[in-house]
T-cell receptor
Framework: DADVTQTPRNRITKTGKRIMLECSQT?????MYWYRQDPGLGLRLIYY???????NKGEISDGYSVSRQAQAKFSLSLESAIPNQTALYFC???????????FGPGTRLTVT | GQNIDQPTEMTATEGAIVQINCTYQ??????LFWYQQHAGEAPTFLSY????GLEEKGRFSSFLSRSKGYSYLLLKELQMKDSASYLC????????????FGKGTRLSVIA
């Protein structure tokens, strides 16, 4: 089984809808991240969490919120989806020995 | 501020050697990663450099010069499956701030 899983893998939604992307991990890492990736722009950090009680904004947090329900679960919500949030979204965990990140398979989100 | 530069695209021939460069200016430095990402897939770990010098792992090698803020990834005996994006990422401090990623270099391997 994969160490970092994301659901759904693909989602098409309409402008104005609220949507939640979920991430679960079995690596036992305290640190978790949400990124979006757009062609030519690389990975951009949305939110990150160093433990269950710690939530931090990344460089592009506007229009997004997160919830860290447990060490293993970190969810990303789009409160009111807009077309320019169409992107590939990745969740990642991080070990604190070498700070290597382990990525989930990604969620392809399309907002129409 | 944090800044990582790497070329946007490169093309190389199957069987050849290619070097992908990365320069960085970050507020502190704890280590540098290279990740490989095939189109539409998740990034996967390739290498990690903390000290100056060359780290070799099979067909892939990574070099770091901390004084110059410079790294490169060297891919030997290129194969078609090496066509992917290669992401350079830096840990700015002793792990208390997130990884900073470059925008990636898209490598195309041609026959």
């Amino acid at each position: 089984d994969a160490d970092v899983t994301q659901t759904p893998r693909n989602r098409i939604t309409k402008t104005g809808k609220r949507i939640m992307l979920e991430c679960s991990q079995t690596k036992g890492h305290d640190r978790m991240y949400w990124y979006r990736q757009d062609p030519g722009l690389g990975l951009r950090l949305i939110y990150y969490s160093f433990d269950v009680k710690d939530i931090n904004k990344g460089e592009i947090s506007d229009g997004y919120s997160v919830s860290r329900q447990a060490q293993a679960k970190f969810s990303l919500s789009l409160e009111s989806a807009i077309p320019n949030q169409t992107a590939l979204y990745f969740c990642a965990t991080e070990d604190t020995t070498y700070y290597e990140q382990y990525f989930g398979p990604g969620t392809r989100l399309t907002v129409t | 501020g944090q800044n990582i530069d790497q070329p946007t695209e490169m093309t190389a021939t199957e069987g050849a050697i290619v070097q992908i460069n990365c320069t960085y200016q970050t507020s502190g430095f704890n280590g540098l990663f290279w990740y490989q990402q095939h189109a539409g897939e998740a990034p996967t770990f390739l290498s990690y450099n903390v000290l100056d010098g060359l780290e070799e792992k099979g067909r892939f090698s990574s070099f770091l010069s901390r004084s110059k803020g410079y790294s490169y990834l060297l891919l030997k005996e290129l194969q078609m499956k090496d066509s992917a994006s290669y992401l350079c990422a830096v840990t700015p401090h002793s792990g208390n701030t997130p990884l900073v990623f470059g925008k990636g270099t898209r490598l195309s391997v041609i026959a």
